[in-house]
């Protein structure tokens, strides 16, 4: 059984330039969950997809904005990037929200130079 | 919003040794998780807590709701229980999970 995976692992971009990040829930998931992890620090919930909407929404700019699709996999897109989002960017995924059996990804590793 | 604050910020243990780590959270909340991010940075759900006491071999965790705490115990530690320990919570009607800034474990063999 797949757990929730993320591509890609690594990723070097230029400030301004746009990127977009993948995740395949858990098998049985239907909600996807982003987060930002800056070195040192603890995630930093981006936003929560269910049923292809946005349910909620962290503090963070328009330009992270992200999509849902039928199969329940999700995207992040960033854009116009900063050196300051350079950061791990996590995906979890659950049933319904719910938070037990909340799993999360290995993690898109983003280097904004 | 919710605040979750962490302590200690940083503990290194011989191995064998026991700790508990703090967690403190603001408003109310229904749900409390424990994770454990290994130094490759995948985050392990560790329990589900929200109130009362659970056990997972040498982890347990125990939540007090009313008093807005949360401690987790790590017995005869081991050098694979390494990493970062975050707690996680979220507001009462809400789908915003709010990670503490974690505890940094590092066990010494």
Do not use: M
């Amino acid at each position: 059984d797949a757990g929730v995976t993320q591509s890609p692992t690594h990723l070097i971009k230029t400030r301004g330039q746009q990127v977009t990040l993948r995740c395949s829930p858990k098998s049985g998931h239907d909600t996807v969950s982003w987060y930002q992890q800056a070195l040192g620090q603890g995630p930093q919930f981006i936003f929560q997809y269910y049923e292809e909407e946005e349910r909620q929404r962290g503090n963070f700019p328009d330009r992270f904005s992200g999509h849902q699709f039928p199969n329940y996999s999700s995207e992040l897109n960033v854009n116009a990037l900063l050196l300051g989002d350079s950061a791990l960017y996590l995906c979890a995924s659950s049933f319904e929200g719910l938070v037990v059996g909340y799993t999360f990804g290995s993690g898109t590793r983003l280097t904004v130079v | 919003g919710i605040q979750v604050e962490q302590s200690p910020p940083d503990l290194i243990l011989q191995e064998g040794a026991n700790s508990t780590l703090r967690c403190n959270f603001s408003d109310s909340v229904n749900n409390l998780q424990w994770f454990h991010q290994n130094p490759w940075g995948q985050l392990i759900n560790l329990f589900y807590i929200p109130s009362g006491t659970k056990q997972n071999g040498r982890l347990s965790a125990t939540t007090v709701a009313t008093e807005r705490y949360s401690l987790l115990y790590i017995s005869s530690s081991q050098t694979t229980d390494s990493g970062v320990y975050f707690c996680a919570a979220i507001n009462t009607g809400g789908f915003k999970t709010i990670f503490g800034a974690g505890t940094r474990l590092f066990v010494k063999a």
